[in-house]
């Protein structure tokens, strides 16, 4: 979906996120992290789910569903066709380090927007790959595309108004940064509907 995107004139920006609730079957995802899995127990709530599941799609933070190919395409379709706050992402650089450092200036406008709202930087890696050792998927090579490995909440974004910021972030050490890619949203409080999104690869 990432590399086909299968809505015509529509960027879809998709984050992978790995929970950390199949690492007692004997193998440890090394992508997986507790705040992914308290992100995705937020959304039983938000969403008033009986139960977390994988795999599981969260659209635009406003709707969930399975992997079924055709309730998806038309419920990314749909998604596309409502209105979005503009983000962007500009003057991105790197600074060489160990960690190396991702600085970058991010511009909302939410003129249109009638309350408040939160904005998101997220960390994620291109692509990446894992070699299963345990449980149900013992033996296979798993290929993962824009792997988030951090959410970093660095403001917020009042109704009718602009936002415009600098910020930073340490990459993790080990962290390649021509494979990383930088996303950030706009959501409504409490892992509400997300209003807009962008994305800006550090490679670029």
Known sequence: MDAAQPVPGVQLIVLSEHVDYWNHDGWKDPYSSAQLTERQSGYVHSLRLNTPYTPQFIVDGAGELKGNATELAQTLQKASASPKVA????????EAGSPALVRAHIDVDGT???HNAEIFVVVALDHAESQVLRG???GRHLTHVAVAQEFIKIGKLEKQKTFSQDFQVKLKPGTEPANVRIVAFVQDPGLGKVLGAALQKVAN
């Open 136 to 138: 149900e998927n013992t």
């Open 112 to 114: 249109s927007q009638k």
């Open 87 to 94: 983000v962007r992402i500009r003057s991105l650089s790197v």
